[in-house]
């Protein structure tokens, strides 16, 4: 037996040359390229979803609401939604699609009314904390003119802000807030 190759053995198992080997492995390379040029295509795919934010409709609440005023609503703007943003826990009543400048009214007993904004919100470019007047910043929705007057007065006091981050310094505004106003504003040097 000492001539004899064993089952399992080296020499049982047949020889490929490197032609053979080649063909054997291409498929498996043929699946990891396809492999990664779909991860590739996926990533840019996300993305390109995760970078354009969502658009935003802003509409008015008043009422018996908590937090009432302008309040930015994204994706597919409702009764409720509006609520929700305004502090309204659990809105009750049927939910209704809304349209930029339009305004809910929340009366005591909770019945919702809607109506037209007397004035529509320009919405458009953000508004620069560095440069804006408090008037320019009181039409920020969400932004009330005391903490508007506080933006102004932290920037003629310590100078310009260098990120949206330093709002919070400003009494009023805190990081819940912060987050809402983000759309909004910008800093410009």
Partial sequence: MSGEATAGSPADRPRFGRAERAAQTRPLWLMIVILLITTGALAAWN???????PPLTVVEVRGEVPSPGHHALSGAPSVHGALRAAGVTTPGGPDAALEAGTRVVLEPGGAVRLERMDELVVVGLPVDINHASVEALATVPGLRRPVAEGIVARRTELGPFTDLS????????????????????EVRP
């Fill in 47 to 53: 993305h390109r979803q995760q970078a354009a934010p």
């Fill in 166 to 185: 330093e709002l919070v310094e400003v009494k009023g505004i805190g990081p819940a807030t912060l987050k809402d106003l983000r759309p909004f504003l």
